[in-house]
């Protein structure tokens, strides 16, 4: 077996050398006096060439998580990011619940504070290295990682990296934990070597037991009413294709319902819309894929006698304590797998219900074009409206954007103005809900692909969450050219709402201002991005939305610079 083999080399040096081979990009960091090692080992690597993942300064371990998520929707490769000691990784905590509930790998790593008080190379140098020692670092990422490990000694690096690697991308895919002690990466090592390419490779990823999919075909192609209804389905970029033929071929709508990917364009006559309650009580078969909750309980529930079809890579949600939905058959495996394999089952069944499928397509055909008509009519109705709606803000952003632009939404972006027709070009990473996501993931999709156009869409409450500042130096750093577009409605809408559904007719419902969801600041966020040499504009009026988004997007493609529209606009 192919081996490479380093010389008087550093633990730290070793461990730099096999993530670069194993295919790591680059390293989204945040440093502390833990990294001593490492930045040792960086500088010199890239002062004798050596390849190792390209070191990213990231002023906030926000910022550094979610570009890591970013980077690998765009990319598909997992990225490493490192933070300082406890405190580091507890501020990376948020980006990490993120990733662990949206399924995406990440090699999430921090220092790990010394433990010797003095003779080994390494030890503690300064008073913090007592204060931040904890007796189980590793504990707070537990519930949120596949697998954590602390890294023991040199020999080991290339079995370690190895096996973070292969587990974090073995389905269904995840983070891991690995803290790195001071002392460890500081040893001299003689010689290291290690296999090249590596021979730790991830699992294959499940396929669905035939004999279900045959009953599911059976079930699907005698169904009058089946409906398809997805969350985050679209972030696989295997899915649309084999979606939109299982759809278009047998009549089968699909509700994206809270989606934070496209799955299929919403311009497909079985794009169903966002709603699944009518589907869900109407429904004789249900098949929900990547999706943690289909519908609420509390507002509908489908017939007694309607087969509900899970599929996922875990369809047991098993990181969910509490889910009860009805689960007539689920089957384990990616979406994508699962749908080209029911499309030649369901072939079989295609002739004796040709007429079940044909009257199943006049009546999805008919509901989407609904759809359309009433998205139109609020577009007509909204365009001049002031403050500025965020239809007519979406219906804008779909004008200067070319159909491989990547769209990161954490704002009230309306997905049916937008014509997404290819796979990854939705991006929303709040798997968790966690926001201060939609920046960092931004900066990550562009990292990935430098030569797309990247929009990043943020409501003014999210736009703080991601620590702007932070964002923009990386932009501005990286010349990351993107296009950030801020709704700025002056609230937490999320938490407004969430408020007069509690207590449709408490004191809140009538108050001109809810306690703790409202802004009273008039905020120029347009100015924050000027801190770090990008272009800002602020939008208060509709007829001026268009040219002052034409300016922005001639900034970030002639000049090659970022560009932050503020666009006060009113509610959803």
Wanted: hydrophobic share 40%.
């Amino acid at each position: 077996m192919p081996k490479k083999t380093l010389k008087n080399c550093t633990v730290a040096d070793a461990y730099l050398a096999v993530l670069a081979d194993r295919g790591v990009d680059y390293l989204f960091a945040n440093a502390g006096t833990d990294f001593a090692p490492l930045i040792e080992s960086l500088a010199k690597a890239q002062a004798l060439g050596t390849p190792i993942p390209e070191p990213i300064t990231c002023p906030h371990e926000n910022t550094a998580q979610h570009m890591a998520i970013g980077h690998y929707l765009v990319s598909g490769r997992p990225q490493m990011t490192m933070m300082h000691v406890n405190v580091g990784t507890a501020n990376g905590l948020n980006g990490l619940l993120n990733a662990a509930r949206g399924y995406v790998p990440m090699l999430f790593t921090a220092g790990r504070t010394p433990t010797n008080e003095d003779t080994l190379k390494g030890h503690r140098s300064l008073d913090i290295h007592w204060t931040q020692e904890m007796y189980d670092q590793a504990a707070m990422t537990r519930e949120a990682v596949k697998w954590d490990y602390e890294l023991r000694n040199g020999e080991q690096v290339a079995a370690i990296v190895d096996r973070a690697l292969s587990v974090s991308m073995s389905e269904p895919k995840g983070p891991i934990y690995l803290s790195l002690p001071r002392e460890v990466l500081s040893k001299k090592m003689e010689e290291f070597s290690f296999d090249s390419p590596n021979r730790v490779q991830p699992a294959s990823p499940p396929w669905p037991d035939p004999n279900m999919i045959d009953e599911v075909a059976d079930l699907l192609a005698n169904s009058e009413r089946p409906v398809m209804i997805t969350n985050w389905g679209g972030r696989n970029p295997g899915v649309m294709a084999p979606l939109t033929e299982l759809a278009d071929r047998y009549a089968i709508p699909v509700v994206e319902y809270r989606n934070r990917f496209t799955s299929i364009s919403p311009r497909h006559p079985m794009h169903a819309g966002y709603n699944p309650n009518p589907y869900v009580a109407d429904a004789d078969v249900i098949v929900v894929f990547d999706t943690v909750v289909p519908w609420l309980p509390s507002q509908v529930t489908p017939p007694d006698d309607c087969k509900v079809i899970h599929i996922a890579t875990d369809p047991m949600y098993t990181m969910v304590p509490v889910r009860g939905f009805p689960a007539d058959i689920s089957l384990t495996c990616p979406a994508d797998i699962g749908f080209r394999a029911l499309i030649p089952a369901m072939a079989e069944h295609e002739k004796a219900a040709a007429a079940k499928i044909t009257k199943r397509r006049d009546k999805a055909v008919a509901a989407h074009q609904e759809l359309e008509d009433a998205w139109r009519s609020k577009l007509d109705a909204e365009k001049s409206q002031s403050p500025i709606s965020p239809a007519f803000i979406s219906y804008c952003l779909n004008q200067i954007r070319d159909p491989d632009t990547i769209m990161v939404r954490e704002s009230p972006l309306m997905q049916q103005y937008i014509d997404t027709e290819k796979p990854g070009k939705m991006l929303n990473a709040g798997a968790a809900s966690g926001l201060g996501h939609g920046m960092g993931v931004a900066l990550g999709a562009q990292l990935a692909a430098p030569d797309k156009l990247v929009i990043g869409t943020e409501g003014d409450g999210a736009y703080m969450f991601n620590v702007p500042v932070s964002c923009h130096y990386v932009a501005a750093e990286q010349n990351l050219p993107i296009l950030w577009v801020v709704f700025n409605n002056q609230q937490w809408q999320a938490v407004h709402r969430s408020t007069v559904g509690l207590e449709p007719d408490g004191y809140a419902s009538k108050a001109n201002r809810q306690p703790l969801t409202h802004f009273t600041v008039d905020q120029h966020y347009e100015k924050a991005v000027e801190v770090s040499g990008g272009a800002g504009f602020r939008v208060t009026e509709p007829d001026d939305l268009m040219s002052t988004l034409d300016k922005a997007l001639n900034v970030v493609t002639g000049e090659k610079r970022q560009a932050l529209v503020n666009v006060v606009c009113g509610n959803s």
